[in-house]
């Protein structure tokens, strides 16, 4: 077998080479990848640490790619993989800075038409992630309306409730209430099974 490290970065410099559109458009290749082809985390794992890499501050690209490798190997792994990430990135952007002026991009047709060309493939790449993503999280019709309203608040650019921060502290309020719910839950389907067994005795 490869060695771990080496399969990280090339696995993440390969998806930030070919991929346009920031970390959303990244979702399904780094899916694909490290979930259905090289199995290294299941699908609730990759999901939860959407969410978390999600939620902290920087590049959304680098923070997932972070969150696998120290899930996989540590610290090691996770600068192995952020290496990986931002790599192609710089080396695109540095090119881009030696060799092409905007003016130049803006002026040339061939130039010109192969941005315009990549914009709707963007577009495509950070939606379907979103809808896999909803599918595996299961999010239904009724609980559809939830990120809908938040997006529609944080859109709206009025005071206090179009702060993402808002709705970052709520989510992990509610799923911190929601998980001691369902443990009292667990705890009191347990105790009631206990009774139940003692009383057969």
């Not at 608040?153 to 989510?171: C, D, E, F, H, K």
């Amino acid at each position: 077998m490869k060695n771990i490290y080496w399969q990280l970065f090339s696995t993440y410099f390969k998806i930030g080479a070919f991929t346009f559109g920031g970390g959303w458009a990244m979702i399904t290749l780094i899916e694909k990848e490290i979930v259905d082809k090289k199995g290294w985390i299941d699908k609730e794992e990759f999901l939860d640490l959407l969410a978390v890499a999600q939620s902290l501050p920087g590049v959304f690209a680098v923070n997932i790619s972070v969150a696998v490798g120290d899930k996989l190997r540590g610290m090691k792994g996770a600068v192995a993989a952020a290496l990986g990430t931002i790599l192609p990135s710089f080396l695109i952007i540095l090119s881009i800075a030696l060799f092409l002026t905007p003016d130049l991009i803006k002026n040339n047709p061939t130039l010109s038409s192969i941005f315009k060309g990549i914009r709707p493939a963007v577009v495509a790449l950070i939606i379907a992630p979103v809808i896999s993503s909803a599918k595996s999280a299961g999010i239904g019709w009724k609980t559809f309306m939830i990120p809908v309203a938040v997006a529609l608040l944080i859109w709206s650019r009025l005071p206090v409730v179009s702060n993402p921060i808002l709705y970052i502290v709520l989510g992990a309020t509610c799923g911190w209430w929601w998980l001691r719910r369902h443990r009292a839950t667990l705890r009191r389907l347990e105790e009631s099974q206990k009774k139940e067994e003692e009383k057969k005795l």
